[in-house]
């Protein structure tokens, strides 16, 4: 199996639901080299202008392993660039993920039944979110396929066929009309997980293994764990390092509820602001992040060295959330996410594709081993280094995500006993 995808969280949520007993798994965070049965690349493709290359490159190391490529359920990012440079294979696109209420009909997108283009998904993006999936693929050839409808007929006619979806029974359908075939599968974590129920189908699970049907749980159904074999002979678990630390990058309106939750449980919280941004009245750089404690909140910090020194001090202490109070921030979250680790292993929980992988590229890491599954597209895997590390997508989890991914990592968290923070 040859897994490419276009962000890290991405990548790891595509692994977690393909991997099995039988088909132990590797996130590559470069070109594909690493010698496994499932080999999931994070193409870091979303935004680069050179989607196109990067996918035809990457596409090369396949050989005779079936391909599935995973895009965005939002449709964020160059996706006609991605199906393009695979058009030497039929196509099959599937971009639906039902468990999050994201669903295709008519070939048109919905978020729980609203219109994608009229809802606020794609606020952090340069332009507006297409109606419709034809428009997110340009000029691609395509032919719009029903539920129900003959899709190996429409695969014949050599054109990428634009699938609807309302249920996981439907992109398992979509999956088992494809299976022997030829044709590439391009879409969502949810055509992924049909497509792991498909391969595991029948195969008894281990004792304790993660039964690819739990890749489907919607978000917020529980913990689940990946049997040992299907990571590494040696690799049972990853034990706590002592220092743990969420890194929220994301600018989902719900971001700053969850890092409230954090905080009420003892999190210190640390915000990075832009340069130039004014240090009081941190609302004015229009953050939900500015009222997560009680009382006036610590004033954020426009020098990376000083964030990562507050970072470094505080872990001595317990646990830490670092936040942004401001947009296009990444690149300086990850250089205050080395600066304060150095080169001690800790326990890292990163939100948001783009996020994760830069801070992993600042940490030096080439490769994930990914472990468990705290709750649908929140993974955890350790690195050849020794961090232990949770992905999120920045859209993913309801109001208890993070605090309960805290707590898989560390089980000792406990509420403060400060009733104002509980208001």
Known sequence: MFVLADDLTGAAETAAALMSPG??????????????????????????????????????????????????????GDVAATVAACLDAPVVFAPALPSAGRTVVGGVPYVHGVPLRETRAWRAEPRPAPATVAEALGDVPWVHVPVGADLPAVLATGRVAVCDAETDADLDAIVAATLGGPARLIGSGGLATALGRALNAGRPSATGSLSLDAGSRTPGSGSARLDSAAVSGSCTASPANGRLLVVVGTAEPGAAEQVRLLVEHGFTHVTLRPPGAAVTGPDAVGTGFAHVTAGPPPPPTADPGT???????????????????????????????????????????????????????????????????????????????????????GSFGTTDSLLRIATHLNPDLRPNSDSDLKG
């Open 23 to 76: 088909r132990p798994a590797r996130i590559a965070l470069s070109v594909p080299v690493a010698a496994a049965a499932l080999v999931v690349t994070d193409l870091d493709s979303r935004h680069h202008p050179r989607a196109f290359d990067l996918v035809r490159e990457a596409l090369a190391h396949a050989g005779d392993r079936r391909v599935f490529v995973k895009v965005d359920s939002l449709l964020r």
């Open 307 to 393: 964030a990562a020194a507050r970072v470094r001090d505080a872990l001595t202490s317990g646990p830490v959330v670092l936040t942004v109070s401001g947009p296009a921030l990444t690149r300086a979250l990850a250089e205050v996410v080395r600066e304060a680790l150095g080169e001690t292993p800790a326990d890292l929980v990163l939100t948001g594709g783009e996020t994760a992988r830069r801070v992993l590229d600042a940490l030096g890491v080439r490769e994930l081993i990914p472990l468990d599954q705290v709750h649908h597209g929140a993974v955890h895997s350790r690195t050849p280094q020794g961090h232990s590390v949770v992905t999120r997508p």
